[in-house]
């Protein structure tokens, strides 16, 4: 990591740190753990000049969760198309008030922060995901590999498991596939015995350019079959001193992951918890209503109230609702407009210094302030994703799910915004999510 990295790194994992050194982590599992992962800049891959940094986002987002082949084939190759066209992009970045742009660097757009893990013997850059349930990476005759990808080379501590593979389809068609090993896992300094691991043989798409993902949603949508396998979350749990994930996420900075603790040091109270709808094996929450800008109205009909549910997913960048709901966000933006020729929400970078707050309640609807629910406030500086390669537009953070998958997404722009916690059931009860502002 060069020095500039790495200062940008340390300054901001303070907090983050602080905990850690309170909290002893052993070196292998043992019941009552807590550990921290702090997020690291990603250098894999090719950097996010090739490719339009907002519309890459958008399609792998409506990838992931579903959507349609002829949906995702356009935004992939409007991605490529509107790609910037000179080395002026970081400096377009600046001006268009999208602070501390990092010259040709696949982060430049708060993008790209992986946390690292073990498997072996191997260290893997890794995306902690709470949008999927599957621990993969790529296996050496993987085609299509990026630079400087780390592949998996079963060692002493693997065993391949027979019989057993996975595959995972999407809606463009586009796929990965491959076989079943069991390996040592070690992340934060805990050890966790024969976890699963699937080694992707052949991929076709567009897919991260991290060594891999650590899925953190519900062991019901493991796609290894014939027999589905439990998650790394899930194996953890008996070592945790409490079967909890903490997200803290930063705007262009590095943030922290915290597994089995909820870190006072990160979050002013009080928590404010939602209950989780786990059918569709994601962290899906109801909120109970929205607002924009200063506007102190936080209810909403039952229609609004049915377009604001939603998955909340470590593993996507941008923030996808209902189109209505995106609709009227964008309509107290003065210039906002659909861009046709973007299939985005735009707006003139002239007014990205002044875009309005989103603003999402979390509680019971008709609860006034104080009484059990929370304010998660976006700020209007988030949403500013990305200058277009037209000098004058820029791409919105808040894009619409164009009716192609039936549920919101609240992705890193939400989570940046608020201190999350998942919790797999520390009172002994159903999932839950917890909320608080940052500290």
């Known amino acids: 990591m060069s020095p500039p990295l790495r200062k940008f790194y340390m300054s901001f994992a303070v907090l983050c740190i602080l905990f850690q050194l309170a909290a002893a982590v052993p070196a292998t599992a043992r019941a009552g753990s807590s550990f921290v992962i702090n997020q690291i800049p990603s250098t894999k891959g090719t950097t996010s000049l090739s490719k339009h940094p907002g519309i890459a986002a958008y399609a792998k987002a409506l990838r992931k969760h579903g959507a349609s082949k002829g949906t995702i084939d356009r935004l992939s190759s409007l991605a490529v198309q509107q790609k910037p066209k000179s080395s002026t992009w970081a400096s377009k970045a600046a001006s268009s008030g999208i602070s501390n742009p990092i010259a040709a660097s696949p982060f430049v757009y708060d993008k790209e922060y992986d946390s690292p893990v073990t498997i072996g013997n191997q260290t893997f850059v890794m995306d902690l995901d709470t949008g999927s349930s599957d621990l993969w990476v790529f296996g050496k005759s993987t085609n299509g590999l990026l630079p400087n990808q780390t592949v998996y080379v079963p060692g002493s501590t693997a065993s391949r498991v027979p019989g057993e593979s996975f595959s995972e389809l999407y809606g463009d068609n586009s796929m990965v596939l491959g ?3 069991t390996d040592v896992v070690n992340i934060g300094g805990i050890q966790v015995k024969n976890q699963s691991i699937e080694v992707a ?3 076709e798409g567009d897919f991260a350019q991290e060594d891999g993902i650590v899925g953190l949603a519900f062991d019901s949508i493991n796609q290894i079959v014939p027999t589905p396998q439990k998650t790394l979350f899930t194996n953890l749990r008996s070592s945790l001193s409490s079967p909890v994930l903490s997200a803290d996420l930063r705007h262009q900075e590095v943030g922290c992951y915290t597994f089995g603790a909820i870190p006072s040091n990160q979050y002013t109270p009080p928590l404010t918890y939602t209950s989780v709808n786990t059918a569709r094996g994601l962290w899906e929450f ?22 604001l549910i939603g998955i909340v997913d470590t593993g996507t960048t941008l923030m996808l609702l209902d189109d209505t709901i995106v609709q009227t966000y964008y309509e107290h933006v003065p210039t906002a407009r659909f861009e046709g020729g973007l299939e985005a929400w735009v707006f003139d970078c002239g007014v990205a210094g002044n875009l309005p707050d989103f603003r999402v309640k979390v509680g019971s609807k008709g609860q006034s302030k104080g009484q059990g629910e929370f304010e998660a406030v976006v700020p209007g500086a ?11 537009s820029c791409y919105g953070g808040l894009q619409p799910t164009l009716g192609e998958i039936p549920f919101g997404i609240y992705g890193d722009i939400f989570l940046k915004s608020v201190f999350a916690v998942f919790d797999r059931g520390s ?5 839950r999510l917890a909320f608080a502002a940052k500290a």
């Not at 988030?382 to 004058?392: C, E, K, Q, R, V």
């Not at 009172?427 to 999932?431: E, S, T």
């Open 179 to 181: 076989i079943v090993y």
């Open 201 to 203: 043989t052949k991929f």
């Open 286 to 307: 109801s909120p109970a209503g929205y607002g924009v800008g200063s506007n102190t109205t936080l209810n909403a009909s039952s229609s609004d109230l049915e377009k």
């Open 382 to 392: 988030y949403l500013n994703y990305a200058p277009n390669p037209d000098g004058t």
């Open 427 to 431: 009172q002994g009860g159903q999932p």
